[in-house]
């Protein structure tokens, strides 16, 4: 999946403006934790935001799904 848009989620607690140059590499701590999802954190007042991979976070078979059902302007999941 090539610079997705984004994804349909369950719910958002939160939405924050991050800018690139707010984005950190994921601290050493995070050591084997980060397991190729963080793609950094962003340090906003007294947090630390995890910045996510999408791209990682779905397998081949899901991306090409995303990517078909964008194609095809349906909901992912919704097949006829």
């Keep these: 999946m090539e610079n997705p848009d984004g ?3 369950d719910s ?16 050493a ?3 084997g934790l980060t397991g190729g999802y963080i793609q950094g954190v962003a340090r906003l007042e007294k ?3 995890v910045i996510l991979k999408v791209e990682a976070l779905l397998t081949m078979e ?4 995303v990517n078909r ?4 302007n349906e909901p992912v999941g919704q097949n006829a």
């Design 7 to 9: 994804m349909v989620v």
């Design 12 to 27: 958002v607690s939160h939405v924050l403006r991050v800018s690139s140059d707010q984005i950190e590499p994921p601290p």
């Design 29 to 31: 701590w995070l050591g």
């Design 47 to 49: 947090r630390l935001v």
């Design 62 to 65: 899901e991306m090409t799904e």
């Design 69 to 72: 059902q964008a194609k095809l």
